[in-house]
């Protein structure tokens, strides 16, 4: 076959011809949408294949594949299309509510998150992320994340026709199906693994796999390890005696990107899975993706331009879905996988950490300078802004940032790990380290939101702290997501210990089942488990109902007080042009004692406000007192705007 070229209209043409007409020109809608994104992805492939002679194959490939999935996707799915096409923004509203739950734990399979709906809708959830569902190795999966095949549910939870019906319904009831793609790595036993280390000539380069030590020796002198509980560096030996890199545990093999076969092959089953209904897939350890000898492997150019390679077969075959990235790195390199072309949703790791972080030290500078300086994203992309998921807390800070602040970085993630874990005395938290590493000093934190926060301990604040915590996920911007289970202040489950495929992996402290006797008694408000899910219930219908929480504008706000944090929420863009002079003023205390807030300097603002929690309109004049470890939303007037109370 002839080489990649430098003119995309020619290879296009090319391409048109190779594959049988039906399938790429007799759709016109598919038809406008590959003429529209072919020149990005060509470009892409150029950048990243351009010296393969088997570039241009690849790229054929990957345009069958789109065109055929195109033709099978179904009418539904293609209406959803069409409807997002003119709505784009819909994932910035203020009525959008995150979950996560494990299929299994959560519900014990799919029937059972189906029959779950209910409840979902009760909370008001729009977005449900499913743990990774598809078919695993037996025993150790990584929770799901080592994948023997994307195109079958594991038996133990149900078929692919019960995702697709789970999906269909809960698109029914205003719910987003979230799903993983797992594309940095598969299980070592998925088919492409086992054919690899058999020599099949067709997928050998599909890993990466050397004879010796030479490679992985020179590799490991620049790459961090991962998980140096299961393995040390990011290499393991084969029965023959090669080497294989895992990153992740010694059955999570990586995948060799720098292959063109590779990406047409993961595309292929990225299609697959959005023909099922999914609307948000979850793109999973985006950072690894890319090796160069010498380098971290991490965050490498090559990795965006997979990432919008990907992004660009999607808006040609199945249009409306968006890709949420995961990259728990370096919050310069977090922001850098964020834009419409590339991931238009991302978690934010920063501000989950700096919000623990501010818990603990009862001082909010360093959540406070985030927000100022970090928070900031491209029109229509979104944090996605969560309390803890299901791994481990790390602490992601610049040292850069910490340090103007006279903090030290090493040290304070080290009385960070310290308070977490129950080491620091007079701690309120309950956590369990995760991956402690003698050698480097490095650790991060395991635990459910209830024990870190305190309720586990009994800290009189436990409860406040959890509903703190949550209210500034849900106040500042973009799609709060809940770790199911946290609603009604879950605890830690210490029992995956007995359990030989779990023991290794501190992270299942977080991971409890469905907390059945705590969903019981949520709508008892004297239980903590009450307490929670009123509160939270509360945070979560005034935030719905408060256009100025939509979208992701926040101005900082400094409320002059060592232990509150401020900041404001205009509104999205619209509010701003329609001349609305109000903004929400959302404060948070984080101490132990209560914090005045005083009237000089709330006197930018008109005199009176609408405290939206608690319905009450109230006078700034003489400035406002925050309880222990509260918040309050304050609907105000930016003083030189006329009187609307
Ligand atoms: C992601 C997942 C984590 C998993 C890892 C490897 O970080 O969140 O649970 O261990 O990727 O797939
Ligand atoms: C992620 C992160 C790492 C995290 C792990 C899952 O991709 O880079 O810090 O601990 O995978 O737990």
Redo the contacts with the bound molecule.
């Keep these: 076959m002839a080489r990649l070229g430098t003119d995309a209209a020619r290879d296009l043409a090319d391409i048109r011809r190779a594959l049988p007409a039906a399938s790429v020109t007799a759709d016109a809608a598919f038809g406008a949408r590959l003429a529209a994104h072919f020149p990005a992805l060509h470009g892409l492939f150029r950048r990243l294949y351009g010296d393969r002679p088997d570039a241009l194959e690849a790229l054929t490939g990957v345009i069958a594949d789109a065109g055929a999935s195109w033709a099978a996707r179904p009418a539904d799915l293609k209406a959803a299309d069409a409807r997002r096409e003119q709505d784009t923004g819909w994932y910035l509203s203020n009525g959008m509510l995150g979950g996560v739950c494990y299929v299994d734990r959560y519900a014990g399979d799919l029937e059972g998150v189906r029959a779950k709906i209910p409840e979902f809708v009760e909370l008001g959830l729009t977005y449900l992320h499913l743990m990774p569902l598809f078919a695993v190795p037996e025993g150790n999966s990584d929770g799901g994340y080592a994948v023997t095949s994307y195109r079958a549910v594991a038996p133990h939870l149900g078929t692919i026709d019960d995702l697709q019906q789970l999906a269909t319904e809960l698109r029914a009831n205003g719910i987003s199906l979230v799903l993983d793609f797992i594309f940095n790595h598969t299980a070592s036993n998925h088919e492409w693994a086992e054919r690899a280390v058999s020599g099949d000539p067709a997928y050998e380069d599909f890993y990466l796999i050397f004879p010796d030590r030479t490679m992985p020796d020179a590799y490991e002198r620049t790459v961090r390890e991962?998980?140096p509980d299961d393995h040390p560096g990011s290499f393991v030996q084969l029965p023959d005696g090669r080497w294989i890199w895992a990153t992740?545990h010694s059955f999570q093999w990586d995948l060799n990107y720098a292959n063109p076969a590779v990406f047409r092959a993961m595309a292929g089953e990225m299609l697959f899975l959005a023909n099922l209904g999914v609307d948000v897939l979850r793109m999973?350890?985006v950072?690894?993706i890319w090796k160069r000898l010498g380098t971290p492997c991490?965050s490498l150019p090559e990795a965006h331009l997979l990432l919008q390679a990907f992004n660009a077969v999607l808006r040609i075959a199945a249009p409306s879905l968006l890709f949420k990235s995961?990259?728990?790195?370096h919050p310069d390199e977090v922001v850098e996988y964020i834009s419409l072309g590339e991931c238009q949703l991302s978690y934010n790791p920063l501000q989950m950490a700096l919000t623990w972080e501010a818990l603990a030290t009862r001082d909010p500078r360093m959540l406070r300078q985030a927000l100022e300086r970090r928070h900031a994203l491209p029109d229509g992309c979104a944090w996605v802004n969560y309390v803890r998921g299901h791994?481990?807390i790390?602490w992601?800070f610049a040292d850069e940032d910490a340090a103007e602040f006279g903090i030290d970085g090493f040290d304070h993630r080290r009385f960070l790990n310290a308070f977490y874990v129950d080491r620091f005395p007079g701690s309120f938290a309950r956590g369990v380290p995760?991956?402690e590493n003698p050698r480097t000093g490095d650790a991060?934190v395991a635990g459910t939101t209830a024990s870190l926060a305190g309720i586990e301990a009994g800290d009189p604040h436990g409860v406040d702290r959890v509903l703190l915590a949550h209210a500034i996920a849900l106040s500042t911007g973009g799609i709060p997501l809940i770790y199911l289970g946290d609603e009604v202040a879950q605890q830690n489950d210490y029992s995956y210990v007995d359990d030989p495929a779990l023991a290794d992996d501190s992270?299942w402290v977080n991971r409890p089942h469905y907390p059945a006797e705590a969903y019981a008694r949520r709508h008892d408000p004297s239980t903590p488990e009450g307490a929670v899910y009123a509160g939270l219930r509360r945070l979560v219908q005034v935030r719905r109902s408060t256009p100025e929480l939509a979208g992701g504008r926040l101005v900082p706000f400094d409320a002059k007080h060592p232990t509150v944090l401020g900041y404001q929420r205009p509104g999205g863009a619209d509010a701003a042009a329609s001349a609305d002079t109000t903004v929400v003023l959302c404060l948070a205390n984080v101490g132990d004692a209560p914090a005045a807030v005083d009237a000089l300097t709330l006197s930018g603002f008109g005199p009176e406000a609408h405290e939206l929690l608690t319905d009450r309109r109230i006078t700034l004049e003489r400035g406002i007192v925050l309880e222990p470890c509260h918040v309050a939303w304050l609907r105000v007037r930016t003083a030189d705007a006329p009187p609307r109370f």
């Design positions: 991962i998980f992740f999973d350890a950072a690894f991490e995961e990259a728990i790195v791994d481990d790390g992601t995760f991956q991060r992270r």
